[in-house]
């Protein structure tokens, strides 16, 4: 079919560049890891407790089977496993902020049959031969999408996926109140749960294509720097490092989980929503005690690129004052 000449336009997006210009794109960051799986011929994954269940979901949807390891205080392995035939090992770069031990430790030690989860570190380079997973809405406004970097080699053909009635909730976000769309929002994330493997939509390709990556990083960034200053000294998760760092948001891990929720409920009564990781591991029956803490305890502060310095003040003098009262 020639390409259309005249007519209306399409939603006009400028021409900006891949933040990953060599990766496969996939309709979701589940999916990558899927067709991943699949073509390297996974028998087992070793993943850690502390994960979002779409992940063991779609290892077990391609015939993998499962093994649990333990993280320390630190969210790195309590012991490094030995890994037979047609095993791999994943791990979460957790909020982004785990891209040294990622690089001095766990990629020297398993190489190519490590998989590396960068669903919460958009900005963290895949390392040379290591699989890498993306999942940029998890950073930016696009209803769906995942990457695939360092893939192994085979025949990558994959059938088209369609957007179009994704954007709802983000287009609704413009328009109207959070709350009002968040419904949308969830319906395309049941959705996506279950849809086969497919690549990204040249609309998601074409939003993702436009943005402003150096402005993005700059800004979250420091965010991060703000939040890590002010609230260090509450903080009982010791991760963030001390270069600037593009992250997912502001860990702040406290030891009274009642207290946590009691802030969080609060926080929200004041439309400052901060979402939780992950409530299945509390009820999982081999959950450690450290990931159960985690998932209970932990208030991932949001630092993205829609907020200044100003938005971080309120955010911890905020939280700084709920702590003070308790």
Request: charge should be negative.
């Amino acid at each position: 079919m020639p390409e259309a000449i005249g007519g209306y336009f399409e939603l006009e997006l400028r021409q900006g560049y891949s933040l990953y210009p060599h990766a496969l794109g996939f309709n979701s960051a589940r999916s990558a890891l899927k067709a991943l799986l699949s073509a390297n011929g996974t028998l087992t994954l070793h993943l850690p407790h502390y994960i979002c269940h779409a992940v063991p979901d779609a290892a077990q949807s391609v015939g993998a089977g499962l093994r649990r390891y333990a993280l320390d205080p630190h969210l790195e392995l309590t012991t490094l496993p030995t890994l037979d035939a047609n095993e791999q090992l994943l791990y979460v770069n957790y909020f982004g902020l785990k891209d040294s031990y990622i690089c001095n430790v766990l990629a020297p030690h398993y190489g190519e049959r490590l998989i590396i989860d960068n669903s919460q570190g958009l900005f963290s380079p895949a390392l040379a031969g290591i699989p890498t997973i993306y999942s940029p809405r998890k950073f930016v406004g696009v209803p769906d999408g995942g990457w695939l970097l360092n893939a192994p080699a085979g025949d990558w053909e994959l059938p088209a996926s369609q957007s179009s009635s994704h954007f709802d909730a983000l287009l609704g976000r413009l328009e109207a109140a959070p709350e009002q769309h968040y419904a949308q929002f969830q319906r395309v994330e049941t959705a996506l749960a279950g849809a086969p493997v497919a690549a990204m939509s040249n609309s998601t390709r074409r939003v993702l294509d436009s943005l402003d990556y150096p402005s993005i990083m700059a800004r979250r960034q420091s965010n991060l720097s703000v939040l890590a200053h002010a609230l260090e000294t509450h903080n009982r998760l010791d991760i963030v490092p001390t270069a600037p760092t593009a992250a997912l948001c502001y860990p702040l891990l406290l030891s009274d989980c009642a207290h946590v929720r009691a802030i969080r409920e609060q926080l929200l009564s004041e439309r400052i929503f901060v979402p939780c990781y992950w409530q299945e591991v509390v009820n999982a029956l081999h959950s450690p005690p450290m990931e159960r803490q985690l998932a209970t305890c932990l208030l991932p502060l949001p630092i993205d690129q829609r907020y200044d310095a100003k938005h971080m003040a309120r955010l911890a003098e905020r939280i700084n004052t709920l702590l003070a009262t308790s």
